[in-house]
Nanobody
Framework: QVRLVESEGGLVQAGGSLRLSCTIVGRAASDYTMGWYRQAPGEGRELVTTISWSGDRTYYAASVKGRFTISRDNAENTVYLQMNSLKLEDTAVYFC?????????WGQGTQVTISS
């Protein structure tokens, strides 16, 4: 059974930093493009960032570019999301995502709340 296990989010003051991690269990992470989505209250789920299986290609939504960094350690089957200069509008449930041509998996979601 394949699972994505996310680290706990948290409550952070605006301007602060937080790192999330996501470990894929039951598959080799190197098989998958990994990414993070988020869903704010009353909003749809939006793509935040992705990283290719080798780590050489990344994508960032305009709203987080320059502030968030995605990275991966395939030996640990883990992807990381370093979030800096956090803003109130970054408050959301963050979901880890793993995708390859024939399947995809989602994490359970972790709450990130930014306070003023």
């Amino acid at each position: 059974q394949v699972r994505l296990v996310e680290s706990e989010g948290g409550l952070v003051q605006a301007g602060g930093s937080l790192r999330l991690s996501c470990t894929i269990v039951g598959r080799a992470a190197s098989d998958y493009t990994m990414g993070w989505y988020r869903q704010a209250p009353g909003e749809g789920r939006e793509l935040v960032t992705t990283i290719s299986w080798s780590g050489d290609r990344t994508y960032y939504a305009a709203s987080v570019k320059g502030r968030f960094t995605i990275s991966r350690d395939n030996a640990e089957n883990t992807v990381y999301l370093q979030m800096n200069s956090l803003k109130l509008e970054d408050t959301a449930v963050y979901f880890c995502h793993a995708e390859r041509e024939d399947d995809q998996y989602w994490g359970q979601g972790t709450q990130v709340t930014i306070s003023s």
